[in-house]
């Protein structure tokens, strides 16, 4: 039960059904005053004159002298003779001279105030005129009142009271009148039909909440595909949808992590795996050297030093190119642009790679338009990225091959664009050669060449600019890659 009172359901019905309860009673009370007012209203209106009526029967009596004792038997035979009322003799300030009261019945009140019955004497017919009831403190009852000459020097009233002791208590009430029954009646049945159907109502309204509450539950205990069942728009449906976009950025947060996590451990394997590879061809010559000192030749130690010195250079580049992506993804380094022509920096970096070119024996060659429009960006993390994408290109182009860097001038962007004609990439490896570490000839993984990290770094800058690499290539054909710069406005 306590329970039940604690859920929803139950403080809702209880407070429903309380404040029904309040207004039937506040009803049954109104309906009651309405009618003991109504009664006491047609009571006084039938009996206006029957104080006056009494009062000439009287007079007879109480013309020269004053005879209680008949006077009194008078008063009781006119009680029997009409039930209803109650007859009290008064002199001029209210005090009752005269009167009959059964045994058991006596009065409590010695005098009467006289200022409603002056008020019902006046003319005054704002009925129903209350007047005190001395066989009660404190209740007002409806009269009839005249005045009465008691003896010689009395200028008394005779003051009846209405409906005597007939409606004195509620209980009478409710058993003497039709129209508070009636009425009571129909409340207490507008109560039961209205309290059933409001906690079928309730009920309705609340299995919804229940079951988005199991829904819920069973959503933190690790089933994340639940949703709630939305059927309508209204608070309760909003609550439900919003649930579900709550649960749709949960899952993919999750997801997101989870990924994030498959990746920091697949990168935190390839950076271990790619040091020690390096770090043990090292350790093998240097031991070589040191064992054998004496029985190597010149020749052999310059070319294991040799191989040292290049297994230092990829353990730097490595750890250099490592340190520039995480500042790039903690955004440690943002841009910073700047209007440059993109025409010159192309240049400059054609010429800085025209030597590896030629060693390589592979054609360099760059189109550049001829009056450019100045690009928006920052010229150091372009050229890097510019610079990797040349590498690249001469670096997988065999001898005698051609690598073309094109500057277009495009209407809303300058499109650089790196083209060799060199090995080309098989479409199976094309999604994957952003990713760092990605090499795509997987024989040359942990050799001295290569990091895997050119394109990774290239392409962080230019989605730093809020641009994309796009790159085309076929087999033996060759390779084209292609990103855009903002024009400076
Ligand atoms: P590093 O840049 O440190 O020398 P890398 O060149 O292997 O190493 P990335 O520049 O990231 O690493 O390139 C990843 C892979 O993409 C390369 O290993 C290569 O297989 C492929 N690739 C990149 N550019 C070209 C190209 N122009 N032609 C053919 N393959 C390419
Ligand atoms: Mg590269």
Known sequence: MKQFFRSFYGKLSAVFLLLLLVIVISQIYITMQASRQFISEVDQKLNLDLAADMAYELRPLLKDSVDFQRIGERIHYMMVMNPKVEIYLLDEQGEILSFYAEPGKEIVQERVDLKPVEKFLSGNRDIPILGDDPRHRNRQKPFSAAELQIGKDIDGYIYIIIGGEQYDSATAMLRNSYIVQTTIKGLIITLVIAGIAGLILFAFLTKRLRGMTSTVQRFREGDYDQRIDINSEDEVGQLGAAFNQMADTIVSNMEELQQTDKLCRELIANVSHDLRSPLASMQGYLETILMKE???????????????????????NLVHGLFELSKL???????????????????????????????????????LPSNPKLVYADIGMIERALSNLIDNAIHYTPEGGKVEVVVNSKEDVAEIQVADTGQGIASEDLPYIFDRF????????????????????????IELHEGKIEVESEIGAGTTFRFDLPYHE
């Open 294 to 316: 004496t029985s190597l030749s010149d020749e052999e130690k310059t070319k294991y030093l040799k191989i040292i010195l290049n297994n230092t250079e990829l353990l730097n």
């Open 329 to 367: 993804d903690a955004r440690q380094i943002e841009p910073e642009p700047e209007p440059f022509p993109i025409t010159e920096l192309t240049q400059d970096v054609v010429m800085k790679f025209q030597q590896k070119a030629n060693e390589a024996g592979v054609n360099l060659v760059s189109h």
């Open 438 to 461: 990605y090499r795509g000839d997987k024989s040359r993984t942990g050799t001295t060449e290569s990091t895997g990290l050119g394109l990774a770094i290239a392409q962080k800058i």
